[in-house]
């Protein structure tokens, strides 16, 4: 059935990342994988625009069904194949309600962590102001501490609990971002613990941004 499937995905970008954990997790190893460049601009090729007019990665095809966002791409990939591979959205609803909230709640996460980051890529140097750029920080700062208290307060080494659910292969690449790019483990040890867990997740190892294996992060997060 996995060779049904054609996931065309950027090296480590989260959105790309998080379906590829979740054909991982659902173990549909074997669909057609094609690695595009964003530096050579082959997310706007006519390849990727057929499947996706804005020509954004991910682009992801099964069959003749087409699903681009990675949010939806997941969930389908879990509708789908329920009782295959592992259970991603709990039955409890307590368990159920808090795995959607934090799904969503990653889409803040990664938001305010592109702001920061890439506010220098993207804003044009006569239209930056360093007042924006110190309100981006505090922004994510805030965010990050937010996440950090989640992990104080749950019940287990997960985002929604005591297992891997669609919360963990939602943010987890966010989080993942973070640190690569320099995030200080002592200032955030609940997290600097779950990403020590979850990057030795199979799924997660076998995903792994091959862009980031042989290069080093950054150290833009290093004083938050």
Same mark, same amino acid.
Request: neutral net charge; proline residues 6%.
């Given at each position: 059935?996995?060779?049904?499937?054609?996931?065309?995905? %950027?090296?480590?970008?989260?959105?790309?990342?998080?379906?590829?954990?979740?054909?991982?997790?659902?173990?549909?190893?074997?669909?057609? !994988?094609?690695?595009?460049?964003?530096?050579? %601009?082959?997310?706007?090729?006519?390849?990727?625009?057929?499947?996706?007019?804005?020509?954004?990665?991910?682009?992801?095809?099964?069959?003749?069904?087409?699903?681009?966002? !990675?949010?939806?791409?997941?969930?389908?990939?879990?509708?789908?194949?329920? $009782?295959?591979?592992?259970?991603?959205?709990?039955?409890?609803?307590?368990?159920?309600?808090?795995?959607?909230?934090?799904?969503?709640?990653?889409?803040?996460?990664?938001?305010?962590?592109?702001? $920061?980051?890439?506010?220098?890529?993207?804003?044009?140097?006569?239209?930056?102001?360093?007042?924006?750029?110190?309100?981006?920080?505090?922004?994510?700062?805030?965010?990050?501490?937010?996440?950090?208290?989640?992990?104080?307060?749950? $019940?287990?080494?997960?985002?929604? %609990?005591?297992?891997? $659910?669609?919360?963990?292969?939602?943010?987890?690449?966010?989080?993942?971002?973070?640190?690569?790019? %320099?995030?200080?483990?002592?200032?955030?040890?609940?997290?600097?613990?779950?990403?020590?867990?979850?990057?030795?997740?199979?799924?997660?190892?076998?995903?792994?941004?091959?862009?980031?294996?042989?290069?080093?992060?950054?150290?833009?997060?290093?004083?938050?």
């Amino acid at each position: 059935m996995a060779k049904d499937m054609t996931l065309m995905w %950027g090296s480590g970008s989260p959105p790309c990342w998080r379906v590829m954990i979740a054909l991982e997790e659902k173990n549909l190893q074997g669909y057609n !994988s094609k690695l595009l460049s964003f530096d050579k %601009g082959e997310h706007k090729s006519k390849e990727v625009m057929d499947v996706n007019p804005r020509g954004q990665l991910p682009a992801f095809k099964h069959g003749n069904i087409i699903v681009n966002e !990675s949010y939806a791409a997941c969930l389908y990939l879990e509708n789908q194949f329920k $009782s295959q591979g592992t259970k991603l959205i709990p039955d409890s609803p307590a368990e159920m309600a808090l795995t959607y909230q934090r799904m969503f709640e990653g889409l803040t996460l990664f938001q305010k962590t592109a702001q $920061s980051l890439f506010y220098e890529r993207f804003v044009p140097e006569n239209e930056r102001h360093d007042s924006a750029r110190k309100r981006n920080g505090e922004d994510l700062k805030n965010e990050i501490k937010l996440w950090e208290g989640y992990m104080q307060n749950s $019940s287990g080494d997960f985002l929604a %609990g005591k297992t891997f $659910s669609m919360a963990d292969v939602i943010v987890f690449p966010v989080i993942a971002f973070l640190f690569r790019f %320099g995030l200080n483990e002592e200032h955030f040890p609940k997290l600097a613990a779950y990403h020590e867990l979850l990057k030795n997740r199979p799924s997660i190892k076998a995903s792994w941004p091959p862009s980031w294996k042989d290069t080093p992060g950054m150290l833009v997060l290093k004083d938050f």
